[in-house]
């Protein structure tokens, strides 16, 4: 069970999918069904509501990108994939 109201965008890569709701991103274990990292609630002043774009780099990094409703600029998220842990958000 993923929280959020809409899937925005999920990638598959390897044996994982990135996923992504209302103001939830997460990585799941393709093989269990169960979450390796997620983070909930992270909608926060307008931003980082609904990702359009997930991007799977190089370094162990993992990039969701929210559309931001009023410039033309996007709000990101960067997670290191290994650890789980929130690299920037901008």
């Not at 983070?39 to 931003?47: A, L």
Request: proline fraction near 2%; glycine fraction near 12%; aromatic fraction near 12%.
């Amino acid at each position: 069970q993923v929280e959020g109201a809409v899937f925005s965008c999920t990638v598959i890569y390897s044996q994982f999918a990135y996923v992504s709701t209302m103001g939830h991103i997460g990585k799941l274990i393709l093989k269990n069904g169960q979450f390796d990292w997620h983070f909930n609630k992270i909608h926060k002043d307008g931003r980082y509501g609904r990702f359009g774009t997930i991007n799977v780099l190089g370094g162990n990094r993992v990039q969701f990108v929210s559309p931001h409703p009023f410039s033309l600029q996007n709000d990101t998220i960067v997670v290191n994939d290994i650890t789980g842990e929130i690299i920037r958000m901008n």
